[in-house]
């Protein structure tokens, strides 16, 4: 059975910086897309950041440059370090997998999720 849990959100004041971590069970990661997804309240959930069987590695234009996804050595877990963050960055924070090699920007494509991790960023 695949498990994915997050931990690691918090409040944190604007220009602060995070790490998340989504520790997975039951299947092989690096054979498959991992992400992660925010939602705001009244907001549509959006892809954050992707990492795909290949290494390759996306972000939503919002968070390049201050969020670096990675995978831990030992493929179970997932990171997502958040740096500069900003206001809007606040959302509940969910970890992904979809059983492709390639990422696709569509959540309804991901096959398991986790049970999120709230991010507070105060200006």
């Known amino acids: 059975q695949v498990q994915l849990v997050e931990s690691g959100g918090g409040s944190v004041q604007a220009g602060g910086s995070l790490r998340l971590s989504c520790a997975a069970s039951g299947f092989a990661s690096r054979t498959y897309c991992r992400a992660w997804f925010r939602q705001a309240p009244s907001k549509e959930r959006e892809g954050v950041a992707s990492?795909?069987?290949?290494?390759?590695?996306s972000y939503t234009d919002s968070v390049k440059g201050r969020f670096i996804i990675s995978l831990s050595n030992d493929e179970n877990t997932l990171y997502l370090q958040m740096s500069s963050l900003k206001a809007e960055d606040t959302a509940m924070y969910y970890c992904?997998?979809?059983?492709?090699?390639?990422?696709?920007?569509?959540?309804?494509?991901?096959?398991?999720w986790g049970q999120g991790t709230q991010v507070t960023v105060s200006s």
């Open positions: 992904a997998a979809s059983l492709t090699p390639y990422c696709y920007a569509d959540a309804a494509l991901f096959d398991y």
């Open positions: 990492l795909d069987s290949t290494g390759a590695v």
